[in-house]
């Protein structure tokens, strides 16, 4: 079971890599395009729960001004216990939030040819086929160029 920080964290690769694909014109197996598609829209939930919980803390313990409002400095919210904020916060990014994503199992070996170079959306690949099945993707090894 993966925590609700791991999870919002994985929707964050999986958006950043989906731009990637079309900004890059990326040639990406259907399955695996397949994979990123479904999974973003199962972690939606989980996502949209985490950041309704993260405004409810900033609300909770933020400085307000007369009219209620939170005090914002340097586009940051001012938290009069930043402790007992942090603490709320933590809570929430170790709850345990049961996903069951969806697998993929594909040969990446073409996918590294054509990334051949471009560091970022790589590592990225790699972040995302390690959630997505780490037992499952076989890949020669690499060699640093």
């Not at 940051?76 to 994503?101: F, G, R, S, T």
Request: aromatic residues 6%; glycine residues 2%.
């Amino acid at each position: 079971m993966r925590s609700i920080r791991e999870h919002v964290d994985f929707n964050l690769l999986l958006n950043e890599f989906s731009q990637r694909i079309v900004t890059e014109k990326l040639n990406i197996p259907a399955k695996l395009s397949y994979a990123i598609y479904k999974n973003v829209n199962k972690l939606v939930t989980t996502v949209k729960y985490y950041e309704k919980k993260r405004k409810e803390i900033v609300e909770t313990f933020a400085d307000k001004d007369k009219n209620g409002e939170v005090i914002i400095k340097d586009n940051i919210p001012v938290i009069k216990d930043q402790e007992k904020a942090n603490k709320a916060y933590i809570e929430l990014l170790e709850l345990d939030a049961d996903i069951d994503l969806y697998l993929v199992n594909i040969n990446v070996e073409s996918l590294l040819e054509d990334l051949e170079g471009n560091h970022q959306t790589l590592s990225l690949l790699w972040a995302i086929l390690d959630v997505l099945d780490p037992n499952k993707v076989k890949v020669k090894e690499m060699t640093n160029a």
